[in-house]
């Protein structure tokens, strides 16, 4: 059975730098798309950027030029650089493994995504 686990999160002034990172066990991950969501205080959870099992990346609005989404086939792992925080980034931040091909127009729907990690809290304070 396949597992996701972030590491990186914590308490980060505004305009600073976060790195967060997901290892993935059980699954083929040359095989996978690999996500991250966000779930801030009372909306849904949204989509923050996803890199394709080809290496094509996605990035929501919000965060493009401001974010880079990488992953190390080898180590079975991915990343994401956060830069120029903000106190709207405060959210917990979620990895998420999707398995087989994922179209441009679904990327960041929930339901793609059949692997979830147990979260990782990022903090922006201002």
């Known amino acids: 059975q396949g597992q996701v686990t972030e590491s990186g999160g914590g308490v980060v002034q505004t305009g600073g730098s976060l790195r967060l990172s997901c290892t993935a066990s059980?699954?083929?991950?040359?095989?996978?798309?690999m996500a991250w969501f966000r779930h801030p205080q009372g909306p849904a959870r949204e989509g923050v950027a996803v890199?394709?099992?080809?290496?094509?990346?996605t990035y929501a609005d919000s965060v493009k030029g401001r974010a880079t989404i990488s992953r190390e086939n080898a180590k079975h792992a991915m990343s994401l650089q956060m830069n120029s925080l903000k106190p709207e980034d405060t959210a917990m931040y979620y990895c998420?493994?999707?398995?087989?091909?994922?179209?441009?127009?679904?990327?960041?729907?929930?339901?793609?995504?059949?692997?979830w990690g147990q979260g990782t809290q990022v903090t922006v304070s201002s």
């Open positions: 890199v394709c099992s080809d290496g094509t990346t």
């Open positions: 998420a493994a999707g398995l087989g091909v994922i179209g441009p127009a679904f990327r960041f729907l929930v339901s793609e995504y059949n692997l």
């Open positions: 059980g699954v083929d991950f040359d095989d996978v798309a």
